[in-house]
């Protein structure tokens, strides 16, 4: 039912695309402060990540608009009492619909569903020694949601803090990881082509 409702909500996105009057592309970059939440995180604390990408907005008029992004993000945790570093990096494309109070530009809302591609996975202990892992034993497509609040300036230049979670597990059924969920908060920094 989850993959229903993001399949329904990315075509919506995409059909919306098509009727904007207006699509301006940008570049985005910042830093996510991110952990694992579910069942038998408890000993779970947030680590640092990068964030970065393209951006495309399909405006429909001068405050409502859809933005589309392609992400490469790095996610993950650190296991206090064991001193274990999970590394996650996955290409993500989030689709947004966007509200900006004040003629496309000024502060702004946006929310929406992303798809998330699982392209590396690193376990290291505390001394940095890699720990060989099965990569079967992670999803390889993150479902998950994004909401965010920021302002953007006339210029092109935008800030935005940002939160993205997941609702599908980092493992699959049967394994160690299969109730920990991707919870990512961030500080992005992003730039339209072309101004207001």
Same mark, same amino acid.
């Given at each position: 039912m989850k993959k /229903? #409702? /993001?399949s329904l909500a990315l075509l919506a996105g995409t059909a919306a695309a098509a009727n904007a009057q207006s699509t301006r592309f940008g570049l985005k970059a910042g830093v996510n402060y991110t952990t =694992?939440?579910? *069942?038998?995180v408890e000993d779970a604390k947030y680590k640092f990540g990068a964030v970065g &990408?393209? @951006? #495309?907005n399909f405006g429909f008029s001068e405050s409502l608009s859809l933005q589309t992004e392609l992400l490469y993000s790095q996610k993950g945790t650190? $296991?206090?009492?064991?001193?274990?570093? =999970?590394?996650l990096n996955y290409i993500e494309l989030p $689709?947004? =619909?966007?509200?900006? /109070? #004040? *003629?496309g530009k000024g502060p702004f809302l946006q929310a929406g569903p992303q798809i998330g591609y699982l392209a590396k996975v690193k376990l290291s202990d505390g001394d940095g020694n890699e720990i060989k892992l099965d990569n079967d034993a992670y999803q390889n497509i993150a479902l998950g949601y994004? @909401? #965010?609040?920021?302002?953007?300036? +006339?210029?092109? /230049?935008? $800030? +935005?803090?940002r =939160?993205? &979670? *997941?609702i599908n597990s980092v493992g699959k059924d049967n394994d160690?990881? *299969?109730?920990q969920r991707n919870r990512v908060f961030s500080v992005q920094l992003g730039y339209m082509f072309g101004g207001k």
């Open positions: /229903l #409702a /993001l =694992f939440s579910g *069942d038998g &990408g393209v @951006a #495309a650190e $296991i206090k009492n064991s001193n274990y570093n =999970f590394k $689709i947004m =619909f966007r509200y900006t /109070l #004040a *003629d994004v @909401a #965010a609040v920021g302002y953007q300036l +006339e210029s092109g /230049l935008s $800030i +935005e803090g =939160f993205n &979670g *997941d160690v990881n *299969d109730q």
